[in-house]
């Protein structure tokens, strides 16, 4: 069981209406009220618990592409 701050919250209602959510994690920040680093402690938490799924972009085997 786990127990969402408010904060975490925030983050899962910005993406969790979404079919798919194309924002970079600065846009979902942003929207939440949140820090960048909490958005990639939340999505890895809620990808861990089967809440979202999370499908990486890569550029080169160092970078990611962002969604936007």
């Known amino acids: 069981q786990h127990q ?3 904060g975490q919250m925030a983050v899962l209602r910005v993406v969790g209406g979404l079919k798919a ?3 970079s994690v600065a846009e979902i920040a942003a929207r939440a009220g949140v820090s960048t ?3 990639q ?3 890895a ?3 861990r618990v089967g809440l979202l799924h999370r499908q990486e972009r890569r550029i ?3 970078r ?3 969604n936007g």
Do not use: G, I, Q, Y
């Open 41 to 43: 402690v939340t999505v």
């Open 60 to 62: 080169s085997r160092w």
């Open 4 to 6: 969402l701050t408010v």
């Open 21 to 23: 959510c194309t924002m």
């Open 64 to 66: 990611s592409d962002t």
């Open 37 to 39: 680093r909490l958005v």
């Open 45 to 47: 938490l809620a990808v």
